[in-house]
């Protein structure tokens, strides 16, 4: 299963700023308008149109309310935040992208017993992150949480060493993936290396002893 590529932007105003992504495109594979997802981005609708991302030890979720035909995706790149700080209640750790996608689905229509997800990501393809299991680390709690929150899990592509392409139809709940080989990873995890890098530079507290 494939997607098509997608444009890139600065990802910076992510920690403090509205995490809703925003930056969208026209996908011709799936002759629609689509929406990109970046580390520490998520996404609701109820429009038919694309959710996509790519992804390396980062975690999206995809989930779904058959009967609402709402939908949405997150994108994060950590389970936990280290401490307890302004800066957990960010999108890019796993405790708060996972709130924050279900609330905002519940605020358009859904119902908690009628979610569905999908869920992808978790590979050990950025060293730094390898090094720390980041990848398993974000695999055990996306899987707890929806285990806890009892919602239903339709399918996974978790773990290994490969990185993901994802691309989520929202109001269908269809998925695609399609694993990156490893010569392309560089490339393609661009957003994610970059978010990382940021990360080791300029940590909100609990995040330097993770990357150091």
């Not at 609708?45 to 030890?57: F, K, R, W, Y």
Request: with cysteine; proline share 4%.
């Amino acid at each position: 299963m494939t997607i098509s590529a997608s444009p890139t932007r600065n990802l910076w105003e992510k920690d403090s700023g509205d995490a809703r992504a925003k930056l969208r495109y026209f996908d011709r594979q799936f002759q629609r308008d689509a929406v990109k997802l970046l580390p520490g981005e998520y996404y609701t609708t109820n429009e038919d149109v694309a959710l996509v991302t790519i992804l390396g030890s980062c975690v999206s979720a995809c989930i779904h309310d058959p009967e609402a035909g709402v939908g949405g995706m997150n994108h994060f790149m950590l389970p936990t935040a280290e401490v307890d700080s302004p800066s957990s209640a960010s999108a890019r750790y796993g405790s708060y992208a996972m709130e924050l996608l279900v609330n905002e689905l519940l605020k358009r229509g859904a119902r908690r017993e009628r979610l569905e997800a999908k869920i992808f990501g978790g590979g050990q393809v950025l060293p730094s992150f390898s090094s720390h299991h980041v990848g398993a680390r974000n695999v055990v709690f996306v899987r707890n949480y929806l285990s806890t929150e009892r919602i239903f899990v339709a399918a996974e592509d978790l773990g290994d060493l490969y990185a993901r392409k994802v691309c989520f139809l929202p109001h269908s709940g269809q998925a695609f993936m399609r694993r990156i080989e490893s010569v392309h990873a560089t490339a393609d995890l661009a957003s994610e290396s970059a978010y990382s890098k940021r990360l080791r530079t300029r940590p909100d507290h609990g995040d330097v002893e993770l990357f150091r």
